[in-house]
Nanobody, 115 residues
Framework: QVQMVESGGGLVQAGESLRLSCAASGIIFSQKDMGWWRRPPGKTRELVAVAFSSGNTDYTDSVRGRFTISRDNAKNTVYLQMSSLKPEDTGIYYC?????????WGQGTQVTVSS
């Protein structure tokens, strides 16, 4: 059974930083491309960062230069370091494979950025 457990969210002020973690189980983690998605209030879920199994990374334009995705294959964990946070970064953050596995969505972790 595939499971993703996200943690690290919270309430911060604009300009501050947070680090999210996601522990994955039930997959051969090192062979999977892993991503962080977010669901802003009232909007659909969007992919914001990818850590490819090759070691490469990619970001959506709105977070490029502010967010850094990384992975630790020994711990089956993917991280998202978020800096210079903006109110528009507010949302529930999820991790999943890329492309996503519809049965693997976890509870997510709430990030709220106040202005």
């Amino acid at each position: 059974q595939v499971q993703m457990v996200e943690s690290g969210g919270g309430l911060v002020q604009a300009g501050e930083s947070l680090r999210l973690s996601c522990a994955a189980s039930g997959i051969i983690f090192s062979q999977k491309d892993m991503g962080w998605w977010r669901r802003p209030p009232g909007k659909t879920r969007e992919l914001v960062a990818v850590a490819f199994s090759s070691g490469n990374t990619d970001y959506t334009d709105s977070v490029r230069g502010r967010f850094t995705i990384s992975r630790d294959n020994a711990k089956n964990t993917v991280y998202l370091q978020m800096s210079s946070l903006k109110p528009e970064d507010t949302g529930i953050y999820y991790c999943n494979r890329v492309p996503f596995d519809p049965d693997a969505w976890g509870q997510g972790t709430q990030v709220t950025v106040s202005s």
